[in-house]
């Protein structure tokens, strides 16, 4: 029988760290084993408690993991490939299956994202047809919602639900849109300031989204560029801060400047080039960072 071992890892306040870190420091990396500065003990923070389980492959075959949440001791794992939610417990043990292929309502097509709402519902974002689906929490098949947007401008790939009101995030140039419960575009309330030309290759991100614990923010991170952006729900008032370091600010260079030269040499190329510096985070209840 084939296994695959979880590990879940607690981690105390990271918040500071991720705003005051010297933007300047070549050796900003953490030691894995004992949470430290590598060469900044006087920066040292210890881990947390470190639970490792075993999943049971044959019944919960994950290929390509977009998200995971805990929600009341049960993990929900979000796989691309299988187009589905693998619902387990913290023993590792098959609960139930969300979702699954096809191409009718309440069906999955390379899932980007999902989120469970106040009242138990989860809404599981399609974004290469643009529809909403949504689940009561025990898997039962509710709604499907289209979401009318603009195609050139947007590529939903994260979603917020709260006052009736979903909160999608893009890869593209509207980066948070606001849509109503039937789907229709409210309003747009963060942009790119430079936005994306088209036709051309373009390094572009997943979108990211998570509310501050309070919810009255919304909280958006750059996957490709390691930037975050908070903004109040009419998306005003926003702040940027990051944890830049001289090794990713060169990846990124090179990857811009192999990009550039891609669309010297294919001006009609009509594609996008994503790739993911970082891979995720989640918000604890005191706005740490992880």
């Known amino acids: ?15 500071g760290f991720m705003l005051c870190a ?7 990396l953490l030691d894995q084993k004992v ?24 019944r919960v075959p994950l290929k390509r993991l977009k998200k995971i949440k805990i929600y009341k001791n049960l993990i ?26 096809g191409l009718g309502p309440g069906d999955l097509q390379k899932p980007e994202d999902f989120f469970i709402s106040k009242d138990e519902r989860i809404f599981v974002l399609n974004a290469q047809t643009r529809r909403i689906e949504s689940f009561a929490i025990n898997g039962e098949k509710l709604d499907s919602i289209r979401l009318k947007l603009d195609l050139e401008s947007s590529f939903p790939s994260a979603i917020l639900f709260d006052d009736n009101t979903f909160y999608i995030g893009s890869s593209l140039n509207e980066l948070i849109s606001t849509f109503d419960c ?17 036709p051309g290759r373009h390094c572009v991100f997943d979108a990211k989204l998570a509310f501050m614990p309070k ?3 919304i909280l958006i991170f750059d996957d490709f560029l390691g930037i975050f952006c908070s903004v109040n729900r009419d998306g005003k008032s926003p702040v940027r801060f990051s944890n830049y370091m001289k090794e ?8 811009k400047g192999a990009v550039k030269e891609s669309k010297m040499k294919h001006k009609h190329y009509n594609s996008s080039l994503k790739f993911s510096y970082w891979s ?10 992880y």
């Open 76 to 101: 929900y794992l979000l796989d691309w490939e299988r187009e589905k939610i693998f619902v387990i417990d913290k023993n590792g043990n098959f609960v139930r299956s969300i979702g699954g292929h």
């Open 182 to 198: 039937k789907g229709k575009l409210i309003s747009t309330i963060l942009k790119r300031k430079v936005p994306l030309e088209f």
């Open 22 to 28: 010297n933007s300047n420091n070549e050796k900003n």
């Open 215 to 217: 919810r009255n923010k």
């Open 35 to 58: 949470g430290i500065y590598q060469d900044q003990k006087e920066k040292q923070f210890p881990l947390g408690d470190i639970e490792k389980f075993e999943v049971d492959f044959d």
């Open 280 to 289: 995720n985070f989640c918000l604890g209840e005191n706005a740490t960072i």
């Open 248 to 255: 990713q600010n060169r990846f990124v260079e090179k990857t």
């Open 1 to 15: 029988m084939n296994r695959i071992i979880f590990t879940l890892l607690a981690l105390l306040p990271l918040f």
